[in-house]
C-alpha cells in the first residue's frame, strides 16, 4: 500500500525553527528611535542601532518574521535578474554603479555576520540564466562589465532542460534566514503582539499605551501611513510560490530564469527549493501548479515536503525606497519596495539607515532616495488599477483605501489588486498595507 504524503503549508524555514520570544510592550515609553516592524530590515536596523549604541526600541504587530522573511527563498545576491543593462541604460553609469556596490557591499556584510553563527550560510555563485535570448545575457554581462564588474558568462546550466546559458556572479550566498534571525536578535529591544493603531506627529499608539520618539523607522514592508510619499501609488505587490523536494540534485549554484514566468532553484540540504508561479497580488497567475508541472516533468520521483508562498512590493523603476518618508516627515525614514530581493536588500536598507539616523553621510543613500523622479509609465498603470478597482461593485472591499477585493482560489483569500493587501476567508488580515481586519 502506498504511504500518504503530506505537503506542509508552510516554509521549510519556519518548519524547522524555534524562534526567540519576546514580551508585550504595556504602558507608555519614550525611546529615541522607533523601528516599526519585526521583518529581516527592522531586526537588522535594529542589531546596527544596538551596536552603535543608540536608544531604540522595535515592536512587531505579531510574531517576528511571521510576515515576508519567514517565505523567502533566502538567497543573499547582488545579481536582481538582468537589472544592470536596464539600470545602465535609465540612471548612467555612476548611478548604476551605486546600486551595484551597495548590494554587493550586503552580500560582504552576511559573510563578516555569518561566519560566526549556525545559519548554513553557503557560498554560491548565482546565476540568470535563458531559455532562448543569448542576445539579453550578453548584453547584461558587457553592461556589468562597463559598471567594472567582471561576470561569468557560461554556455551550460545544470539544470534539467536545455538552455542558452547564464550570466553569473560570484562569491554570493544562501542561508537559512530564521536561523540568522534567531541568533542575532537575541539581547535586542523588541516587542511583540505591539500592533501600532496609530501615529501622530511624535507618537506611536498602539493597543496598550503610547510610544513617543525622536526618529522613526517604518520596516513593515509596505508603509502603513498614507498621508505622506505617495507609496500606495508608488507600489504594487507581487505573490510568488516554493515548493521544496525531498532528495533533490545538489546544485553547485543558484539559478533563476530571466523570463518572467520562469523558474528559479537553489538548495538547502537534501531538499531542492522550486519557485515560480509569480501574478500580481489580486490578479490571476500560474500558483502552485505551474511549479508542479515542472516537477512532475523534470523530478517525478521526488516527494513534494513543503510549500509556500511570499508577496513582494515592486517600485516602479525596480529599485528600492530607503530613506527619508518624504519631504515633510524629516525624522522618519523607510524601507520598502525590494523588488523579490528582500536578503540583501534588507542589509542595504539598515545600514543606509543606521547611518541617517546617526546623522552621518552614507555613500549609496542617493540611488534609494524614496523622494526621487517618479514620472515612470508604471506610476500611471498604478493609478488607472485603484481607480477601476474602486469603481468596481463588490460586497467585499479592503479597509485600507476601498478597493474592490478578488477571490484568490490557489490560496483561499481575499486580495486587493491595488495594494496588495489580503484577508483570510474569515476576513483576518494576512498581508498589509491594511491595517485591520475585514468588517463583516
Same mark, same amino acid.
Given at each position: 500500500m502506498e504511504?500518504?504524503?503530506v505537503?506542509e503549508?508552510?516554509s521549510?524555514?519556519?518548519?524547522?525553527?524555534s524562534?526567540p520570544?519576546?514580551k508585550?510592550?504595556n =504602558?507608555?515609553?519614550?525611546?529615541d528611535?522607533?523601528?516599526?516592524?519585526?521583518?529581516m530590515?527592522?531586526?537588522?536596523?535594529?542589531?546596527f542601532?544596538e551596536?552603535a549604541g543608540v @536608544?531604540y526600541?522595535l515592536v512587531?504587530?505579531?510574531?517576528?518574521?511571521s510576515?515576508?522573511?519567514?517565505?523567502?527563498t533566502?538567497?543573499?545576491?547582488?545579481?536582481h535578474?538582468?537589472?544592470?543593462?536596464?539600470l545602465?541604460?535609465s540612471?548612467?553609469?555612476e548611478?548604476?554603479?551605486?546600486?551595484l556596490?551597495a548590494n554587493?557591499?550586503?552580500?560582504?556584510?552576511?559573510?563578516?555576520?555569518?561566519r560566526?553563527l549556525?545559519?548554513d550560510?553557503e557560498e554560491?555563485?548565482?546565476?540568470v540564466y535563458s531559455?532562448n535570448d543569448r542576445k539579453?545575457l550578453?548584453d547584461e554581462a558587457?553592461?556589468?562589465?562597463?559598471?567594472?564588474?567582471?561576470?561569468?558568462?557560461?554556455?551550460?546550466c545544470e539544470l534539467?532542460f536545455?538552455?542558452?546559458g547564464?550570466v553569473?556572479?560570484?562569491e554570493?550566498a544562501?542561508f537559512?534566514?530564521?536561523k540568522f534571525?534567531?541568533?542575532i536578535?537575541? =539581547?535586542?529591544?523588541?516587542y511583540?503582539n505591539?500592533?501600532v493603531k496609530e501615529?501622530?506627529?511624535?507618537a506611536a499608539?498602539t493597543?496598550h499605551?503610547e510610544?513617543?520618539?525622536?526618529?522613526l523607522i517604518?520596516?513593515t514592508?509596505?508603509p502603513?501611513?498614507?498621508k505622506?510619499?505617495m507609496?500606495?501609488l508608488k507600489m504594487?505587490?507581487?505573490?510568488s510560490y516554493?515548493?521544496?523536494l525531498?532528495d533533490g540534485p545538489?546544485?553547485?549554484g543558484?539559478?533563476?530564469?530571466?523570463?518572467?514566468?520562469?523558474m528559479?532553484f537553489r538548495?538547502?540540504?537534501d531538499?531542492l527549493?522550486?519557485?515560480?508561479?509569480?501574478?500580481?497580488?489580486g490578479e490571476k =497567475?500560474?500558483?502552485? @501548479?505551474?511549479i508542479?508541472?515542472c516537477?512532475?516533468l523534470?523530478?517525478?520521483n521526488? @516527494?513534494e515536503i513543503?510549500?509556500?508562498a511570499a508577496?513582494?512590493?515592486m517600485?516602479?523603476?525596480?529599485?528600492?525606497?530607503i530613506?527619508?518618508y518624504?519631504?515633510?516627515?524629516?525624522?522618519?525614514?523607510v524601507?520598502?519596495?525590494?523588488?523579490?530581493?528582500?536578503m540583501?536588500?534588507?542589509?542595504a536598507?539598515?545600514?543606509?539607515?543606521?547611518d541617517?539616523?546617526l546623522?552621518?553621510e552614507n555613500p549609496y543613500a542617493?540611488?534609494?532616495?524614496?523622494?526621487?523622479n517618479?514620472?515612470?509609465p508604471?506610476?500611471f498603470?498604478?493609478?488607472?488599477?485603484?481607480?477601476?478597482?474602486?469603481l468596481?461593485?463588490s460586497?467585499k472591499?479592503?479597509?485600507?483605501?476601498?478597493?474592490?477585493?478578488?477571490?484568490?482560489?490557489?490560496?483561499h483569500?481575499?486580495?486587493c489588486p491595488c495594494h496588495?493587501?489580503?484577508? @483570510?476567508?474569515?476576513?483576518?488580515?494576512?498581508d498589509?498595507?491594511?491595517?485591520g481586519?475585514l468588517?463583516?
Open positions: 504511504e500518504l504524503r505537503v503549508m508552510c521549510i524555514w519556519t518548519g524547522n525553527i524562534l520570544q519576546f508585550q510592550l =504602558g507608555n515609553k519614550k525611546t528611535v522607533l523601528i516599526i516592524g519585526g521583518g530590515a527592522g531586526i537588522l536596523s535594529a542589531y542601532l551596536k @536608544d526600541a512587531e504587530g505579531r510574531r517576528i518574521c510576515g515576508i522573511t519567514g517565505n523567502t533566502a538567497k543573499i545576491t547582488a545579481q535578474g538582468l537589472i544592470y543593462r536596464k545602465l541604460k540612471l548612467g553609469t548611478r548604476a554603479r551605486m546600486y556596490d554587493q557591499e550586503a552580500v560582504r556584510k552576511y559573510a563578516r555576520l555569518c560566526r549556525n545559519c550560510y554560491k555563485h548565482s546565476y531559455r539579453k550578453e558587457a553592461a556589468l562589465t562597463k559598471l567594472g564588474y567582471k561576470p561569468r558568462l557560461i554556455e551550460q534539467p536545455q538552455t542558452v547564464a553569473g556572479f560570484a554570493q544562501q537559512h534566514p530564521l534571525i534567531s541568533s536578535a537575541k =539581547g535586542l529591544k523588541i511583540e505591539t500592533f501615529l501622530k506627529e511624535a499608539i493597543e499605551g510610544i513617543t520618539f525622536q526618529k517604518f520596516a514592508h509596505f502603513i501611513d498614507n505622506h510619499g507609496y500606495p504594487y505587490q507581487h505573490r516554493v515548493i521544496a525531498k545538489q546544485l553547485k543558484m539559478y533563476i530564469d530571466e523570463a518572467k514566468q520562469g528559479s538548495n538547502y540540504k531538499y527549493l522550486l519557485g515560480g508561479g509569480s501574478h500580481k497580488t =497567475g500560474g500558483n502552485w @501548479d505551474e508542479r508541472n516537477a512532475r523534470y523530478y517525478p521526488l @516527494d513543503y510549500c509556500w508577496q513582494d512590493c517600485t516602479l523603476d525596480a529599485i528600492p525606497y530613506g527619508r518624504s519631504r515633510r516627515m524629516p525624522r522618519c525614514f524601507a520598502t519596495g525590494f523588488n523579490k530581493w528582500g540583501t536588500s534588507s542589509m536598507a539598515a545600514s543606509v539607515l543606521t541617517l539616523v546623522e552621518k542617493f540611488v534609494f532616495n524614496p523622494s526621487r517618479m514620472i515612470k508604471q506610476l498603470v498604478n493609478g488607472y488599477t485603484a481607480v477601476k478597482n474602486l468596481t461593485i460586497e472591499r479592503c479597509p485600507h483605501l476601498g478597493c474592490a477585493l478578488k477571490w484568490n482560489k490557489a490560496e483569500s481575499w486580495d496588495g493587501s489580503r484577508f @483570510d476567508s474569515f476576513g483576518k488580515l494576512l498589509n498595507p491594511a491595517n481586519n468588517k463583516r
